[in-house]
């Protein structure tokens, strides 16, 4: 993978990120989803500026990665693109305040170390 490819999956990947981040937010103001509100809150879905803003940002994640997909093998830009997990997780950590267990700070170098062996030519 080139370095313009890597950065083309490293935008797709912040923005994809940026879609879970605005859409967490956006669930934290509607409320715990019961059958008895389930109708009411997915109406709200598309009134709730945070929901809005992370579907956007997960729609120019998509566009972006089907960028990559035309330069990169599908076989190297899948793997590659679940550099997601570590983003969201450390956006996790630092704005929601989840811990990191050890085994999942385990798993997301196993991730890393992975992404790293699939892109390398």
Do not use: D
């Amino acid at each position: 993978m080139s370095l313009a490819e890597f950065g083309l999956l490293l935008m797709a990947v912040v923005a994809s990120s940026l879609g879970q981040l605005f859409l967490k937010l956006g669930a934290l103001k509607l409320g715990e989803v019961t059958s008895e509100n389930a109708l009411g809150h997915i109406l709200k879905i598309a009134t709730t500026p945070a929901l809005v803003a992370g579907l956007m940002a997960y729609g120019v994640g998509a566009v972006l990665y089907i960028l990559l997909l035309t330069r990169v093998k599908l076989s190297v830009a899948a793997p590659s693109a679940s550099l997601i997990y570590l983003i969201s997780v450390l956006v996790g950590y630092f704005v929601f305040n989840e811990p990191i267990s050890l085994g999942r700070a385990v798993g997301l170098g196993l991730i890393v170390c992975g992404v790293a062996l699939v892109a390398s030519r």
